[in-house]
């Protein structure tokens, strides 16, 4: 992926910063580009650590059972993690998830968003909520870095896309 031009950073961005554009694989092995997925609406990145891991499957599973809030919203959820496309199919085909993985397995969109478990050489959990700037580009409007196991609120992260 061409993803050379992002820059690791020690903390999550903040509300207001320029969200870092990239493209990575999903489960079905296309790729996936933030920039593209804005033209059709706010993005919502939810990092987490490892598929098949007790917490990552409660919270991505319950983004399917509630995808249709989150398309009523007007977002697209993302699930990001260091695994590979292989593993996201295969979890995804268990779990019946409904949504995007992308496989992040050189570790660069998770540093540059500031969500990286070095620890563990993994993502860290969190979720960023990206909307369009006036100039078009990416606009971090939401962020939330959580301690690892501690699943998002989808409650909350409706509320934020507004």
């Known amino acids: 992926m061409a993803n050379e031009h992002l820059v690791p950073r020690a903390s999550p961005l903040g509300v207001g910063e320029e969200a870092p554009d990239f493209t990575l694989t999903t489960q079905d092995r296309t790729e996936w580009t933030l920039s593209e997925a804005l033209k059709q609406g706010a993005v919502v990145l939810c990092f987490y ?48 998830l409904k949504h995007t993985l992308l496989a992040d ?47 998002m609120s989808n409650d909350e992260v409706l509320a934020a896309i507004g």
């Open 49 to 96: 650590p490892m598929d098949f891991s007790p917490v990552c499957s409660t919270e991505m599973k319950c983004v399917t059972d509630e995808m249709d809030r989150f398309v009523k919203s007007g977002a697209q959820v993302v699930g990001v993690s260091c695994d590979s496309f292989f593993v996201h199919k295969a979890w995804a085909d268990a779990l019946g």
């Open 105 to 151: 397995m050189h570790r660069a969109v998770c540093k540059a968003y500031g969500l990286y478990f070095p620890d563990l050489n993994i993502s860290s959990r969190g979720t960023v909520v990206i909307d369009r700037s006036p100039t078009g580009r990416g606009r971090v409007k939401w962020v939330q870095a959580r301690e690892i196991r501690k699943a």
